[in-house]
């Protein structure tokens, strides 16, 4: 299912800020871009990098997109799939690891009601999708660390890393900030008492590290005109009435996201993972005997209070709309299906310390659900594909016309809408809402671009 989505990346085509992205990063390249972020748009000089990075190719950027960040999130859900059953002391069968990464990959990107906005989408993905990937990628370092050497490289890593995230997205880092505090205050409860120091001072290095990129994103002219732009200069995100208007937007998205069944996946991976996990001889693990509902406990309170604060802080700039922002809750959905994940496998744990016929039906019935769970996110993927090869068609079609308008001294060209999933177009709402015909003008150095409800 992974290779199909990423096929269907072919089809993705520029849309709503990408037309601005473009002209930018042909004029300027991928530092101008950065360096525009960082001076004029939000701050986020991290965003700005990646952006450039794939608005350089600007099509087969987009085309390529989900294949690249597909498989790195898979890559580095499997790893630290990995290197926690190696440092919780525990063995699987071969392939199991992999099998656990890909349903979490699955689940996270398309049991989501937006999977375009999730996936496919750069502009959203860089910022809400990949950030928290790439958070869990700064936890490999520590995990697979052997002696002085590996703990001052994961020391120095999370640092970095830390300071990268915090002009990337500041959703994803409140959701860092949340899981790090965790380590510290709750980690005698969690962790060997050899470990403890060790993972405690990488929490408060990452801390750090996300409060100096924090720190540059709220200090640059970019971050101060966004706010400006927004009227934050003038709003509180902590005044009563926007708090518990966010608690009454963040309740409805929980209401959304635990009544989509297919994130029983998630559980059912992780349930096969217990049961089929086994402890390894002569390992010397970093946790504490296991003590799943305390552990449990700490993973639900992570999530539902990194998920609320994420809900305060893009609250002023959404509105009422954050409910339907989907997009934003993908900082804190990663965290969710770990967290199912992790549940899965106390309850998997539980199963195999019972005898040994009701593991063997449990097997069958969690990988059934597995199953069940990825094919009832097939349909929808399906659905999506063919609305992305339509729009595909006539986007190129439209783009062949408008360059041709342009080589032969047009200034002026009609434009049709061709939205997928939600996305904004220039002339929108029947021709109201015009951003941004000019970035679309500026990619095709047309002088304006008008609406036109017909297809060239």
């Known amino acids: 299912m992974l290779a199909a989505a990423a096929w269907l990346g072919r089809h993705v085509r520029p849309t709503a800020d990408e037309w601005c992205f473009l002209p930018k990063v042909r004029e300027l390249g991928v530092w101008g871009m950065v360096e525009k972020f960082y001076a004029t748009d939000n701050g986020r000089v ?62 996270f990107l398309f049991a989501t009601p937006n999977t375009y906005k999730t996936f496919y989408w750069p502009a959203a993905s860089v910022s809400h999708t990949l950030a928290p990937v790439l958070a869990c990628a700064a936890a490999l370092p520590l995990l697979s660390a052997r002696g002085r050497r590996g703990r001052i490289t994961a020391l120095v890593v999370v640092l970095l890393a830390g300071v990268f995230m915090g002009t990337l997205s500041e959703e994803a880092s409140v959701v860092c900030v949340v899981v790090l505090a965790g380590v510290v205050v709750l980690g005698r409860w969690i962790f060997t008492e050899r470990a403890l120091a060790v993972a405690r001072c990488w929490a408060l290095v990452g801390i750090a590290g996300i409060g100096i990129g924090m720190f540059v994103l709220m200090t640059s002219p970019g971050g101060r005109k966004r706010r400006e732009r927004f009227g934050l200069e003038t709003t509180s995100m902590l005044a009563p009435e926007s708090l518990i208007a966010s608690l ?42 296991c003590r799943p509902l305390l552990w449990t406990s700490f993973g639900a309170l992570a999530f539902l209070v990194s998920g609320y604060l994420c809900t305060v802080i893009t609250y002023p700039v959404f509105g009422a709309r954050v409910m339907t922002a989907q997009r934003t809750w993908n900082d804190y959905l ?14 998997g744990r539980a199963l195999r310390l019972r005898e040994r016929r009701t593991g063997v039906v449990a097997k069958a019935v969690a990988a059934a659900v597995c199953a069940a769970a990825v094919l009832g996110l097939a ?43 939600g996305t904004l177009e220039p002339f929108g709402g029947q021709g109201r ?24």
């Open 46 to 107: 991290g965003n700005g990098l990646l952006v450039g990075m794939y608005a350089k190719f600007p099509v087969a950027g987009h085309q390529w997109f989900a294949v690249v960040t597909g498989a790195l999130m898979l890559a580095v859900l499997w790893a630290l799939t990995v290197q926690l059953l190696r440092r919780a002391g525990q063995s699987v069968p071969r392939g199991v690891p992999l099998l656990v990464a890909s349903v979490i990959t699955v689940v």
């Open 248 to 289: 009454r937007g963040y309740v409805h998205i929980l209401e959304t996201v635990f009544t989509t069944w297919q994130y029983v996946g998630a559980v059912a991976a992780g349930v096969l993972l217990g049961l089929l996990a086994r402890g390894r001889a002569g390992a010397s693990p970093v946790l504490l005997p």
């Open 334 to 347: 990663l965290l969710y299906v770990l967290f199912l994940v992790g549940a899965g496998a106390f309850l």
């Open 379 to 421: 349909v929808p993927l399906h659905h999506l594909g063919h609305d992305m090869r339509v729009r595909a068609y006539k986007w190129d079609r439209q783009d062949q016309y408008l360059r041709a308008q342009a080589a032969k001294g047009a200034k002026t060209a009609p434009y049709t809408p061709l939205s997928v999933a």
């Open 433 to 456: 809402n015009v951003w941004p015909a000019g970035c679309v003008a500026d990619y095709y150095r047309l002088d304006k671009v008008t609406y036109s409800n017909r297809l060239p």
